[in-house]
């Protein structure tokens, strides 16, 4: 009985282990490096089309930006700006002047916490130098060095502030419903569970980051988010923080490419189709319909 107990355990904690490092591997790699096959599931607008009604109009057809950071492609469908916030304030002011919203529920004000924190940790981090070597290779590695300093006065505020360096701002904004933080939710999971050493000791926060990171990226796609898409169609060709689906990762690479045709869906798509049956090509072109009919019309 014993014996049984301690093979339980080590299986258990090897299967924990494969899960933590297979999620810590998924944010290093990108599948936009595997080739192209020939004749390819159709991707035209017609082999998806039957289930989505057109709803374009002349201004969505050009995509226009709203007045936060959104480009919008078609209908309800947009595509996050992903610009690099302006944090030139100290950095207890710029947190604090966005504390009270975080508080009320807004999730850009808590994503925005994050990335100020962030940039921080980065300025008091010796340890990744890689940057620097970057701009150092141009000849600009005394800027870089003159930027981390400022950036460490700006930060040094936050030393004496327990109310804000205590909150994990990222999983925060991410359940307030922040998209930006949803998708650096899903590809960021050592800001949510901690490196893989503490993974190991909490089986339970890995389980319960899986979960909710393909939840909150389902959620946002249901808004209109194309970059959600992408995440899941990445996410069900790897199975890693969902189980693997091609028919899954098929249907999203078809309504992503439906919204935003480039050089990675038609490739992600020649290869995926490549290996399911006419059914289960034809079942991705009916999930791909649903997901258009229910995000962007």
Partial sequence: ?????????????????????????????????????????????????????????????????????????????????????????????????????????????????????????????????????????????????????????????????????????????AEQGSIEARLMYARNPREVVGDLSNALKNPEEIINYRTNAVRYLQESVSTGSVDSMEALANIYDRGILAEKSPEQSLAYWLAYDRLNRNELSTTAINRISVDLSPDQSQAAREMAGKILNSCCK
């Fill in 1 to 173: 009985m014993k014996r049984s107990g301690k093979l339980l355990s080590i299986s258990l904690v090897a299967l924990t282990a494969s899960i933590s490092a297979a999620i810590y591997f998924f944010i290093l790699h990108s599948t936009s490096d595997a080739g192209t096959v020939d004749n390819p599931i159709k991707t035209t607008p017609a082999s998806i089309d039957a289930d989505y009604h057109d709803v374009k109009s002349q201004a969505q057809l050009k995509g226009y930006e709203d007045r936060k950071n959104r480009v919008y492609l078609e209908g309800n469908a947009f595509l996050l700006k992903m610009d690099i916030p302006e944090m030139e304030d100290e950095a207890t002011a710029y947190v604090d002047d966005r504390l009270a919203r975080s508080k009320r529920g807004d999730g850009q004000a808590s994503y925005e916490i994050f990335t100020r924190i962030s940039s921080c940790r980065r300025a008091l981090d010796p340890g990744d130098s890689e940057e620097y070597k970057a701009y150092a290779s141009v000849g600009l590695g005394g800027q870089f060095s003159e930027r981390v300093e400022r950036e460490i006065e700006l930060c040094k505020g936050l030393n004496s502030r327990d109310d804000i360096t205590s909150e994990n701002w990222l999983a925060l904004a």
